[in-house]
Every structure is written in C-alpha cells, then in structure tokens.
C-alpha cells in the first residue's frame, strides 16, 4: 500500500489493521482466466461495515491500489456526510431559537387583533 492511502486513513482516524483484505475470484466475461486467477480485491472496513471491492484490471496489484482508493473515498464521503449533518442540525437550532424579527412581531399582534374581534363578535353563549 502507498504512502497517499496510508495518509488517506490517518486523516481519517483509521489504521489499516481495521481493515479485512481478501483476494476472490471474479465474475462476468473472462472465461478461463477469471475463473483460475484470485484478481479482485474485497476490502472491508470492520468498525463501520463499509465495503470495497475492485476487479476492474487484470492485475491484482493494480486492483488492490484502486480497491484501497475506493475504499478511502467511501470513508471519506461517509465522515463528510456526518459533517454536514451536523451542520445542518446546528443551523437548524440556530434558526428555531433565534429571537422575532420587528416584523414579525407586528404582523403576530396584528393577526392576534384581528382574531379577537372575530372571537368578541361571537357573543357569550345563552345571552340571546
């Protein structure tokens, strides 16, 4: 593994012995040679599950790179998510707690005038 992927996970807060690498058979077109050649690369991420798996070229040392690559961009988009989700939440505190625009507060007492004088024209109940 090189230096940028091992960089990749540190940055990430993960070391690559949290990591399953196996070496299967592929599938699809290929006939003999896919079938006698162990060439694509499972990887797994066992604290979050995510899961990379590459058999794009016939080799499996450039497979294992792009597998390792893949794998990487997964955890990454997953921390990035997590970021945003929690961006998103705190916005959404912000917003809910923030205190009433001048605005808003006349247009408030405005629509509670009006409904008071709807209710007063009402009448009490049994007064007829």
Not at 28 to 36: F, R, V
Request: with cysteine.
């Amino acid at each position: 593994m090189n230096d940028q992927i091992e960089s990749r996970l540190a940055a990430l807060g993960t070391s690559s012995a949290d990591i399953d690498e196996r070496f299967i058979r592929g599938s699809g077109k290929g006939g003999q040679k896919i079938n006698k050649t162990s060439s694509c690369v499972w990887l797994r991420h066992r604290p979050t599950g995510v899961e990379a798996r590459c058999q794009r070229e016939r080799s499996q040392l450039t497979n294992r790179e792009l597998a390792w690559a893949d794998l990487c961009a997964k955890l990454e988009e997953r921390q990035r998510a997590a970021a945003a989700l929690a961006q998103h939440e705190r916005e959404k505190d912000r917003r809910r707690h923030r205190p009433k625009s001048r605005g808003q507060k006349l247009r408030m007492l405005a629509a509670k005038k009006h409904r008071s004088t709807i209710k007063a024209r009402r009448g009490r109940p049994g007064a007829e």
